[in-house]
């Protein structure tokens, strides 16, 4: 059974900082593709970023500057560095592994942008 536990969310302040870790029972390299989501309050869940195993990445327009999805191939975990935070990052992030049509979700972590 895949686990995937989410770590790293909290308060902070606008224009700060967090980095979200996701750690995966199992290689990296099991998967399709690893991703970082978020879901707000009375909003779908939507995408914020994507790592291949490959390496290549992919991100949300609206955190596309300010966010690194980075994938640990030793340690089988992938990060989540978000700056320039704002209030409507708020939200619960999940991590997702996909694997030959199988997608595999953590339990979440919260992220709330307020001062």
């Known amino acids: 059974q895949v686990q995937l536990v989410e770590s790293g969310g909290g308060l902070v302040q606008p224009g700060g900082s967090l980095r979200l870790s996701c750690a995966i029972s199992?290689?990296?390299?099991?998967?399709?593709?690893v991703g970082w989501y978020r879901q707000a309050p009375g909003k779908q869940r939507e995408l914020v970023a994507t790592?291949?195993?490959?390496?290549?990445?992919r991100y949300a327009d609206d955190v596309k500057g300010r966010s690194t999805i980075t994938a640990d191939i030793d340690m089988n975990t992938v990060d989540l560095q978000m700056n320039g935070l704002k209030p409507e990052d708020t939200a619960v992030y999940y991590c997702?592994?996909?694997?030959?049509?199988?997608?595999?979700w953590g339990q979440g972590t919260q992220v709330t942008v307020s001062s």
């Open positions: 997702k592994a996909q694997e030959h049509g199988s997608e595999y």
């Open positions: 199992g290689s990296i390299f099991a998967f399709d593709a």
């Open positions: 790592v291949f195993p490959t390496g290549p990445t």
